[in-house]
C-alpha cells in the first residue's frame, strides 16, 4: 500500500512504525473471513481491511470524526487478522498506534468518558476489583439476571506450596484473576512444585497494563508495566528462570513490555529481558513435558472436555495447538469446536463497552463449544473463563486445573 503520512506524523516513532505496517497491506481481504466483528456485522469499516484504510486516512492528516472512533472502538483486538495475513500485517501493533490518536483528536461523550474512567479506575487494582466483587456477589439476588449473570461464585484458592526447589520461577499475579478464580495460579504452582520448580508471586506486582492500556489510557499503563519490572527485577537477579502468566490475554501484554519501553532508558533493557523471560504457563508445561508425565494419573475416563483457546493464546502469542496436546497427552478427550478461530466477546472491557456485539460473539462461542456434549469447558484466559461461565451451564476451568487434578 502506498502511505503518504501527515506531516506531524510522519517523524515521530509512531508514524515511523504505523508507516512501515501499512506498507505491508496490499487490500488483498484475506483477513476479513476471520474477523469476527465483520462476520457478524457485515460492514467492510468493522474489518481488518477497513480498520486500516481508516487510519491510514487519519495517518494522512484527513479529519478524524466519531465514525473513524466507532470503528475502532468495536474490533475486539483478537488478532485473527494477522494469523490469517499473508503479508504480515502487524494489525494489533497499527490499531494500538490509531487508537491512541483518534482518542487524543475525537473527545468522547460524557458517560463514555465516566465509564471508560470507572473501569481503569476499578478492574486493575486488586484491592478495590475484590471489594466490587464481593458487593456483587452479595447483591446478585436483587441484580438484573443480565448483570447477575456475570458475577463469578466465591470459589477457593487452594494450597500454595512452600518454596522448596532450587528452580524458581516468578507468576504473574494480575488484578481481576485473584478475586475471580484464585484457584488458576494455585493450581499452576501446585503443578510445577511437583515437577521440581518453585513458583512464587511477587508481592508489589500486580496489573500487566493491558486493561488501562486498551481503555486507550496509554501512557498510564507504563505504570503498571514500570511496577511489574521493578517488582520482578530482583527475582531475576537471584536466578529465576521465567515469568509465568497464567493468562494470555495479560500474557501477551507481558511479551510486549520490551516494545512499549524500548524508548525509556531506565527501563528499556530491563523491559527486553523480561520480555524475553515471560512464558505462558502452557510454554513452561510443554517444555517439561516428560516430567508432567510421569507424575500424571491414569485417566479414568470418560470426561470430554471443549477446549476454548483464547484470541490472545493462538493469535496473540501464537501457541495455538499447545494446550490441546498437553490436555491430550493428560488423558482427556477433546470435543471438536468450530470456528475455534473466533472470539468469545470478552477481550478485555469489550464485553462492558460493546455489550451488543459481547452477548452476538458470545452466543456463537457457547454454541460451539457445547456441540460436542462436553462434561468441562476448558480455557486459558481469566476473561474468556468468567464471560464464557456467563452464558452455559457447563462448569468452565482453566486447563491447568484440570492439569494440576491428574497429578499424583
Ligand atoms: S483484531 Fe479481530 S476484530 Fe479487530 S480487525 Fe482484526 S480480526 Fe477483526
Ligand atoms: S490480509 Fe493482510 S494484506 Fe490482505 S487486506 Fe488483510 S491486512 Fe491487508
Sequence with gaps: MQTRLADWIKDTAAGVEADAILRKCVHCGFCLATCPTYTLLGD?????????????????????????????????????????????????RLVDIGRDLVE??????????????????????????????????????????????????????????????????????????????????????????????????????????AVTFHLNHQKEALRFVKANIDAWWPHVEAGAEAIVITASGCGTMVKEYGHLMRHDPDYAAKAARLSELARDISEVVAAERSSIAAKLVPASGGEKIAFHSPCSLQHGLKLGGVVEAILRDAGCALTMVPDSHLCCGSAGTYSLLQPAISRELLANKVAALESGAPDTIATANVGCLAHIASGTEKPVRHWIELIDQRMS
Design 44 to 92: 467492510e469499516l468493522d474489518s481488518p481491511r477497513g480498520r486500516i484504510y481508516l487510519m491510514k486516512q487519519m495517518l494522512e492528516g484527513a479529519p478524524v470524526t466519531q465514525r473513524t472512533q466507532l470503528h475502532l472502538d468495536r474490533c475486539v483486538t483478537c488478532r485473527a487478522c494477522e494469523t490469517t495475513c499473508p503479508s504480515g500485517v502487524e494489525y494489533g
Design 104 to 209: 487524543q483528536k475525537v473527545p468522547r461523550a460524557p458517560w463514555d468518558r465516566f465509564r471508560r474512567w470507572f473501569l481503569g479506575s476499578m478492574i486493575p487494582y486488586r484491592g478495590l476489583f475484590g471489594i466490587g466483587l464481593a458487593l456483587g456477589r452479595m447483591f446478585r439476588p436483587i441484580l438484573p439476571s443480565s448483570i447477575a449473570r456475570k458475577i463469578p461464585p466465591r470459589s477457593e484458592r487452594g494450597a500454595w506450596p512452600a518454596a522448596r526447589h532450587a528452580r524458581r520461577m516468578v507468576a504473574l499475579a494480575g488484578c481481576a484473576q485473584p478475586s475471580i478464580a484464585p484457584g488458576i495460579n494455585a493450581a499452576a504452582a501446585r503443578v510445577l512444585d511437583r515437577i521440581g520448580i518453585t513458583l512464587v508471586e511477587a508481592a508489589p506486582a500486580g496489573c500487566c497494563g
